[in-house]
């Protein structure tokens, strides 16, 4: 079956503007988790949803940074005003249910110029 | 709080040598520990994992025991192969009213023929 999809793969923003980033979960799976991947690191975690409700946002590095998961499928992350150090790989994970294996998609570079 | 230190690499080996790469946490409560593994060009996966102290978790001839009185989960392979080059993730899991996963900065291990 499909695995964990992110699109873009790849986004260039300037520095100052939005961008959107989508994660599409494998289907059935309730948790859903987003980390950032700075080159030469593992990933932090960022955030995670059960469903539709955020449980933890702690890893967040800023108010810029916002994610959603409006319906508890698909999740987007948002990072307004973007800033150099937003320059990452970020990672969203699905799994069934706490606890479980966590499935990877293959990641959004962001490069912010 | 939690962490994971992993060593530093790159790790090179040549094929059918012994692999250990060492991995300790800090943690609060009772944490669950994984090992990741990102091949060349692909996203995270799980490798094996290990939900309490003293469980062996074991795959693809990887095996790691999580070592409650060291806080130790090494990674250990009796005889790499060519195929195994990729680098490793040790994390670990804690329930914090949501589900955070930690990981380490990753090990890069070439293996040589």
């Known amino acids: 079956g499909a695995g964990v999809s992110q699109s873009p793969r790849y986004k260039v923003a300037k520095r100052g503007q939005d961008v959107a980033l989508r994660c599409d979960p494998i289907s059935g799976h309730v948790s859903l988790f987003w980390y950032q991947q700075a080159l030469g690191q593992g990933p932090e975690f960022l955030t995670y949803?059960?469903?539709?409700?955020?449980?933890?946002k702690s890893g967040l590095p800023s108010d810029r940074f916002f994610a959603e998961r409006p319906e508890g499928s698909v999740s987007t992350l948002k990072i307004q005003r973007t800033q150099q150090e937003d320059s990452a790989v970020y990672l969203c994970?699905?799994?069934f249910g706490q606890g479980n294996e966590q499935y990877f998609g293959p990641g959004t570079r962001l490069t912010v110029t | 709080g939690n962490s994971v230190t992993q060593m530093e690499g790159p790790v090179t080996l040549s094929e059918e040598a012994f692999l250990t790469i060492n991995c300790t946490y800090t943690a609060t409560g009772y944490p669950s520990l994984f090992w990741y593994v990102q091949y060349p060009g692909e996203g995270l996966q799980l490798l094996l994992k290990a939900t309490k102290a003293d469980d062996k978790g074991s795959n693809k001839g990887f095996e790691a025991t999580y070592r409650k009185e060291t806080t130790s989960f090494h990674l250990e392979k009796g005889s790499v192969q060519v195929s195994d080059s990729a680098v490793y993730f040790c994390a670990l899991s804690v329930d914090t009213g949501g589900f955070k996963t930690i990981f380490g900065a990753g090990t890069r291990l070439f293996v040589k023929a």
């Open positions: 949803f059960q469903n539709e409700a955020q449980l933890d």
């Open positions: 994970a699905s799994s």
